[in-house]
């Protein structure tokens, strides 16, 4: 999976290489694919809605596997990017 601009202003790329249905946690498995904590427990501890928050064995599982991708912005701020407007 790779995410990545089109716009020359912007040259950060997301990507991950692996499997990691596979890898999933029993709690986190949907059908086809391993879904986020925040839509799964439904809770500010996993969709940081305040600012009380931090990572979570799940966001790290994530992490741990796609270095430079987050699950939420307070997950890890050294993989939020922006891009310049105009872009898409």
Do not use: H, W
């Not at 596997?65 to 912005?73: H, M």
């Amino acid at each position: 999976m790779e995410f990545s601009s089109v716009s020359g202003g912007c040259n950060s790329v997301i990507k991950y290489v692996g499997d990691i249905i596979e890898q999933c946690s029993t709690a986190l498995r949907v059908l086809g694919g391993c879904n986020g904590a925040c839509p799964v427990f439904k809770s500010d501890q996993y969709c940081c809605n305040s600012s009380n928050c931090g990572p979570t064995n799940y966001s790290r599982f994530f992490k741990d596997r796609c270095l430079n991708a987050y699950s939420y912005p307070k997950d890890d701020p050294t993989s939020t990017y922006t891009c310049q407007g105009g872009t898409y």
